[in-house]
């Protein structure tokens, strides 16, 4: 409860009432269903085909209001709570609102090629010492198309769902390559021979210039991308392109820990998050470091 008290503290009154509409949950909205019922069950006990037709077209607007409510963006959420949240691992927070620069960066990424579209759904600035760690929540979508007996067909997935970021490099590298979870079955002729099995059995490494980046993934380096992953409990995916260290992690939670009732956040999913930003965090680190010599 310590977060929520935090933020119960931070938000003004004029904010707080914003919360609660833009999140569905005003008690009027919730009971309001109540007369629909009411009069369709005194339709059916009156015989009223009239009555009972009304009240089922009274209860269907009630969830269709109901829907918009939580489906309504939460500008408060969004603006206020989330970067409260990210505060109390990392201090200098800004929004970003250009999402075409996100989606621009993760074409340059690679790490999912020939996606279909891009949802960027929530986007910030962490600005750091060294660098500024630039994260999105991001839903990607791949177009998946096939041929059978001479029908075409069409079917977009949902391919990814999580934290991308990327990170500006100290130094320009001539040496590009993609480091990927093979569970996300990316087809390349570029692919790398990677003669550690504990690593091959988690990723694909794709890259044109395969000596320089079994050079560059040495053992040691293999064996800390493994801790990273073992503390995030999941795999980061991440490409090398010049100057720019691009980082994924499919997380569907990802800056999604709204609260429900009187709580503005659920505090366990948002601990979790600050827990997994502050592993990336370190991942990075990690990487500016090896180009920084």
């Known amino acids: 409860m310590e977060l929520n008290r935090k933020i119960d503290r931070l938000l003004t009154k004029e904010q707080k009432t914003k919360f609660q509409i833009d999140n569905g949950k005003f008690k009027i909205l919730n009971n309001i269903v109540l007369l629909p019922v009411i009069t369709a069950l ?3 006990y009156l015989e009223s085909i009239i009555i009972v037709s009304i009240s089922i077209l009274g209860i269907i607007a009630f969830l269709v209001c109901k829907i918009f409510s939580f489906k309504k963006k939460n500008v408060v959420y969004e603006e206020t709570i989330i970067p409260a949240v990210l505060k109390e691992k990392f201090q ?30 929530k986007s910030f600035a962490i600005n750091k010492e060294k660098y500024s760690l630039n994260l999105s929540k991001i839903i990607v979508k791949k177009l998946n198309i096939e041929e059978n007996d001479g029908v075409v067909d069409k079917d977009i997935e949902e391919k990814f769902n999580g934290v991308f970021i990327y990170v500006k490099l100290p130094v320009k590298t001539s040496t590009s390559y993609r480091v990927i979870d093979k569970k996300l079955e ?29 050079g560059i993934l040495s053992a040691g380096i293999m064996a800390r991308i493994l801790e990273f992953n073992a503390k995030i409990g999941g795999v980061i995916n991440f490409s090398i392109n010049e100057d720019m260290l691009y980082v994924a992690v499919d997380y569907k939670k990802f800056l ?38």
């Not at 929004?95 to 790490?111: C, G, H, Q, T």
């Not at 990316?186 to 079994?214: G, L, P, W």
């Not at 930003?277 to 180009?291: G, M, Q, R």
Request: hydrophobic letters at 35%; glycine letters at 4%; proline letters at 2%.
């Open 92 to 121: 200098d927070i800004q929004i970003v609102k250009d999402d075409n620069l996100i989606e621009e960066e993760f074409k340059r990424s690679n790490i999912i090629p020939d996606f279909k579209n891009i949802d960027v759904e």
């Open 186 to 214: 990316i087809d390349s002729d570029s692919k790398v021979k990677i003669t550690n099995y504990d690593f091959d059995s988690v990723y694909d490494v794709f890259s044109t210039e395969q000596a320089e980046v079994r």
């Open 256 to 293: 999604e820990f709204k609260g429900n009732g009187k709580k503005y956040i659920d505090e366990p999913e948002a601990l979790r998050n600050l827990e997994m930003l502050e592993i990336l965090d370190l991942f990075v680190t990690y990487f500016f470091n090896i180009y920084e010599k």
């Open 42 to 44: 005194l339709g059916i």
